[in-house]
């Protein structure tokens, strides 16, 4: 079936190196592709969101990145600071009337001093 | 504050009882979510309304009952719990006709022993 995945379970970054997760993502059809970080006993929290007719968007230390051609989507984050450490995950969506966010696995991103 | 809210936090219960999950959200959205968290920290969709209609149901076991009073509150019955359930469950709300940017409660781990 349609699936959002990532490649690394695990992601280690010093302290103000910039960090890049990945993910890769199987429905073409999809229209909005979000990036959530999730603190530890919190719920997810949204981060940024690209339209799929876009290949690029930037927040504040975020950019992310999304390449149709071949399914892939990442986050970029600049100068990595320890409360950056969380699990972040992709996730797509499909407007319409069962629109609904379908998530990908995470990857757990470590900051170190 | 604006926010997702929901109640308990933590619920530990034996196999075989009835429990609930509240969940409200003075967000001013239309839609809600209950989406279950497992213990890889994979994220999925249960349910969706709208407007108290039922628009989503991922394939849930008939023992999880969704109740929605108003476009406010939406809660989550479980019976006759199994081990399988123990898992930490998310309850969310959006505008539909806006792609992105659900709003995640807390969460509620639910633990059957």
């Known amino acids: 079936g349609e699936s959002v995945g990532l490649h690394l379970p695990t992601l280690s970054v010093q302290e103000g190196d910039n960090s890049i997760i990945n993910c890769a993502y199987s429905n073409s059809a999809s229209d909005y592709f979000i990036w959530y970080k999730q603190e530890s006993g919190k719920g997810p929290q949204f981060i940024i969101d690209?339209?799929?007719?876009?290949d690029k968007r930037q927040g504040q230390r975020v950019t992310v990145l999304l390449n149709k051609t071949v399914k892939h989507l990442s986050l970029q984050i600049a100068a990595t600071q320890p409360g950056d450490s969380a699990v972040y995950f992709c996730a797509e969506i499909t407007t319409g009337t069962a629109s609904k966010l379908t998530f990908g696995t995470g990857t757990r991103l470590q900051v170190t001093l | 504050d604006t926010a997702v809210s929901q109640t308990p936090k933590y619920l530990v219960t034996q196999m075989g009882n009835d429990k609930s999950i509240k969940c409200e959200q003075n967000?001013?959205?239309?839609?809600m979510y209950w989406y279950k968290q497992d213990s890889k920290k994979f994220l999925k969709i249960m349910f969706s309304y709208n407007n108290k209609e039922l628009i989503i149901n991922e394939t849930v076991p008939n023992r999880f009952s969704p109740k929605s009073p108003d476009k406010a509150h939406l809660n989550l019955h479980i019976n006759s719990l199994e081990l399988g359930d123990s898992a930490v469950y998310f309850c969310?709300?959006?505008?539909?006709?806006?792609?992105?940017?659900?709003?995640f409660g807390s969460g509620t781990r639910l633990t059957v022993v």
């Open positions: 969310a709300s959006s505008h539909k006709d806006r792609a992105s940017g659900y709003t």
């Open positions: 690209i339209r799929s007719n876009m």
């Open positions: 967000l001013g959205h239309d839609t």
